[in-house]
């Protein structure tokens, strides 16, 4: 990524895209636009044209309080990769690992070539680039820091429907890296596993998507594959109980260094769409409890919106309950949970076909938590009594640490490291 300054290539004047949207006026932007992309501008209301170069010039900050992504809005593109350190890495080259990463990724967030980069991305602004850390169980006592494991941090257990793959889950180090272009997220990919070489080997990697920023007409709750809006009800960070829910109560002691902090549930879920697509469109909603359109619960009426409280007590006119006794959103709800909650993000994926030709498709779930034990509590419900688990199957599982967010000067997991 070089920096957004005008630039000179063969005797020929080149802007790029950062220097375009600040330079260029309205019409002169969209004439440049249109004569390279066949007119492709979108106009919001009593605001004129604006350049497509908006979603490249989007920027998220990687200091602060909590680590970046948690709070994001969901991205188009998104790598998750996990590594174990090599057998000659402890604490301390953990620790310079760590701080080469987290200066590579607090360079590529703002738009600015890192050490070493190789210009996969060289005329692209940061695009809401993230890069997200975090250690696993073996981790600690890798870097002989076993004592300071939190205690929450624990594997998620094995549950009857589950088809886990171990090669496929866990790991002594995370890296959720995400971003609105694919080439600024394979950068940031590239680069951080260059800068593990010598310390640190890929245990596993998986990509995924979600929708375009701008292909709506509006910003809108994410579809996954089976059609359906995917993170209604998700908490919010207005809500009373926000910090509560998702981040780590800041402590003293041992686990201090997790203050501002979370944990990441990881699951590779894959969806059998093929047995879906045979179901109508109402047995669909059924097994949801929401309608495929608005995302409205169906105890709702037809015109409600998404955001209407789910009514568990409602029932038809025909005497039957609106939102089925096993439907995924009545026995995932906090309520049939003693009081369990999580935001849940996550990406689409699609690898291909199985051997049985069915699509290697659906959703690459994280769960974020102040305590794994939310997970766990949703998970051990879901698993027996709801309808959705004959249309998915879960592939792989991992948990992780994930520390708060570093301050400028310093690196993520700084204070566990050398603290």
């Known amino acids: 990524m070089p920096d957004h300054s005008t630039q000179r290539h063969e ?3 080149v802007v790029s ?11 002169g932007t969209a004439g440049l636009l249109a004569g390279a992309g066949g007119g492709t ?10 350049p497509l170069t908006a979603v490249g010039d989007s920027a998220v900050p990687f200091h602060g309080t909590h680590q970046a992504v948690i709070t994001t809005a969901p991205q188009a593109v998104g790598h998750l990769l996990a590594f174990d350190l090599g057998a000659d890495a402890g604490r301390q080259e953990a620790a310079a690992l760590m701080r080469r990463w987290s200066t590579a990724a607090e360079a590529m967030a703002q738009g ?9 991305a060289l005329d692209a602004g940061p695009c809401r680039l993230t890069v997200t850390f975090g250690f696993g169980r073996t981790f600690f006592t890798r870097t002989g820091l076993a004592h300071r494991a939190p205690a929450a941090l624990v594997p998620v257990p094995r549950f009857p429907s589950d088809a ?39 245990r596993w990697q998986m990509s995924g998507f979600n929708r375009t920023p701008g292909a709506t007409t509006r910003p809108k709750t994410v579809r996954n594959l089976m059609g359906q809006l995917d993170g209604t009800a998700n908490p919010e960070p207005t809500d009373r109980d926000f910090s509560a829910t998702v981040f780590v109560p800041d402590g003293h002691g041992a686990e201090a260094w997790l203050n501002g902090g979370s944990y990441a549930v990881v699951r590779r879920i894959r969806m059998r769409l093929d047995h879906w697509a045979d179901l109508s469109r109402t047995e669909q909603e059924q097994v949801i409890g929401r309608r495929k359109d608005t995302g409205a619960p169906l105890s709702a009426p037809h015109d409600a919106p998404e955001a209407t409280p789910m009514d568990l007590n409602k029932f038809t006119s025909r005497g039957s309950l609106a939102i089925p006794a096993d439907a995924h959103i009545r026995v995932a709800t906090p309520e049939s949970n003693d009081g369990a909650a999580m935001l849940r993000r996550g990406f689409s994926h699609h690898d291909g076909y199985t051997t049985e030709g069915q ?8 769960a974020w938590q102040a305590d794994p034990a939310a997970f766990i509590t949703v998970q051990t419900k879901l698993d027996g009594a709801d309808h959705l688990t004959r249309f998915i199957r879960h592939e792989s599982s991992a948990v992780f640490a994930v520390p708060g967010g570093a301050a400028p000067g310093e690196y993520v997991g700084q204070s566990l490291l050398e603290g």
């Open 17 to 27: 895209r950062r220097r375009l949207q600040g330079t260029a006026g309205a019409a």
């Open 112 to 120: 600015h070539p890192p050490t070493g980069d190789d210009q996969i």
């Open 359 to 366: 699509p290697d498709a659906g959703l690459l779930f994280i």
């Open 164 to 202: 886990i793959d171990p090669q496929r889950g866990e790991g002594d180090l995370w890296i959720q890296i995400g971003a609105d272009d694919p080439l600024v997220a394979f950068h940031a990919l590239r680069i951080l596993q260059r800068e593990a070489t010598g310390t640190a080997e890929v």
């Open 41 to 50: 501008v979108a106009h919001a209301a009593g605001h004129g044209p604006i």
């Open 11 to 13: 005797g020929q004047r």
